[in-house]
């Protein structure tokens, strides 16, 4: 009886978070829905939904970002497309980086749109600056955000990407709270990852991560998924629409 009570309470706790599913599923869940896990080499040792978030990307490694072969590999023009874009769109793209996509959908979003870069590292917004200034494009708003907070305004975006993001966001509950709550009533997250289910992806599994995941965790949110489009050589593109 003891034991079924014990048990009971630990599945309202679970639900309560909508942290349940996954190996370390009842391991130690916490009321944020967060598990401490053993550390990996490329993890932070904190887990949500079974799986161990991975470790920030530096800025000392942004060349990697901008690197001659990423277009080949990646084919960021067919996500883009996929993105469906139009000129005034409002655009955020979280975890910019040194702005590859932000550049790119900037043009595509003129004259009109805005695209706000947010990154927790003013290194790498200092870059996507300079290079958004060397390119001629002036629509790009930098925001510098905290762990927690992407720190965008209630109801302002068409849409909000994060292209190889998701995986790295070491509070993800309260960012893609945040990046919902920054949605127009019909607006989209799409969330790009590279696809844990393919192994000849050659990305570390902690950076990769399945649909099936991507959408376990964005249930947690007032969010439906609209689409997964598969177009890419290593990515998923994974839509989904704010439940209004
Ligand atoms: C692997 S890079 C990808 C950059 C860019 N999206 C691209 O595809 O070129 C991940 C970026 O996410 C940023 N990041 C990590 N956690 C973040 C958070 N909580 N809020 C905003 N940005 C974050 C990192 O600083 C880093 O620039």
Not at 135 to 140: K, L, R, S, T
């Amino acid at each position: 009886m003891q034991q079924q009570l014990l048990s009971l309470r630990r599945r309202q706790l679970c639900l309560a978070a909508a942290a349940c599913v996954g190996p370390h599923a009842f391991a130690q869940p916490a009321a944020s829905g967060y598990e401490t896990v053993p550390r990996s080499a490329d993890g932070i040792g904190k887990a949500f939904m079974g799986r161990e978030i991975a470790g920030v990307m530096g800025w000392q490694g942004a060349a990697w970002l901008e690197r001659e072969e990423r277009e080949r590999q990646e084919r960021s023009d067919l996500l883009l497309r996929e993105l469906r874009l139009a000129p005034g769109m409002q655009v955020a793209d979280v975890g910019a980086g040194t702005g590859y996509h932000a550049r790119r959908i900037a043009r595509l979003v003129a004259p009109g749109g805005t695209v706000q870069a947010v990154d927790v590292q003013p290194q790498m917004l200092e870059q996507l600056q300079a290079r958004a200034r060397r390119e001629g494009v002036d629509n790009i708003v930098p925001v510098l955000a905290s762990e927690r907070d992407a720190r965008l305004a209630p109801a302002s975006l068409d849409l909000a990407l994060l292209v190889d993001v998701y995986h790295e966001l070491e509070y993800p509950v309260e960012v893609m709270a945040g990046v919902v709550r920054a949605l127009r009533p019909g607006g989209r997250v799409v969330l790009v990852e590279y696809r844990a289910e393919d192994p000849a992806v050659p990305i570390k599994s902690l950076h990769k991560m399945s649909e099936a995941q991507i959408r376990r965790e964005m249930a947690v949110h007032p969010l439906v998924h609209e689409r997964t489009a598969n177009v890419l050589p290593w990515q998923h593109i994974v839509v989904f629409v704010r439940r209004d």
